[in-house]
């Protein structure tokens, strides 16, 4: 059977997320997807069912799909944990910041040590150079080919990523990397599945060739998210008029810029 799965989604327990995770469902639905990963930062989503939760996934009645994932901060950029059974403990779970940093090698170990997947997410936003990445390439299962919001800065952020993949033999996923309503399915990874089992899901992600469809979202929905975070931190005045010209920043690139697809 075809699923198209959205690999990179936050709720609200994401500091910058707006979406339940029962919006994120609606809005895949509605959209034509058949799941998602919940993948928040340093927060593992745990499925309600704890038969499901020790899975790593979730089916909800009418078949959809909920994996259980976390994004994690390493030394090579943003990771995504997905299946995972347990929760991957951060200093961000010792009252540290949101975005706390575990080191690449001990989030893998502990992510495989779970029968879980790690991804290498958007590798190129920030636009380093290939051979930065090449350390972390034994370790990693797959590489996130397109992310909805990855190319903000760097155009070519998302075709670099597939190439990089490609070029080293990687699996390739996608996800929108949604934390607002009408960002969720704006990157997606289709697959055909022997069933819908955690098992069956993971080994038709470790298979390369998978196609990955997606659309660049709108730069305000970053800044929107932004806004967010500083709300529930409760920024300075400073901060929020940083903020303020990051968001016409954004308003300008997405009244100027055409978003790509595939």
Known sequence: MELKLDLHLHSAASPDGRMTVEQIVAEARAKGLNGVAVT????????????????GMEILDDGFILIAGEEFYTEYGHLLGLFLREAIPTDYDRGGPFNARLPLAEAVERIHAQGALAVLAHPFEKAPAEEELLDALPLLDAVEGFNGRAAAKHPDANDRAAAFAAANGLPVTAGSDAHLPREVGNGY?????????PEAVKAAILRTGNPIHGREGRRTDAARSQATKLRRTHASPLRWGKWSLYAARCLWRDLTRKRKSL
């Not at 928040?40 to 899975?55: I, M, W």
């Not at 289709?190 to 089992?197: G, I, K, M």
């Open 189 to 197: 990874l289709v697959l055909n599945v022997e069933a819908r089992t």
């Open 40 to 55: 928040d930062h340093n927060v593992r989503y745990l499925p309600a069912d704890p038969a499901d939760a020790a899975r």
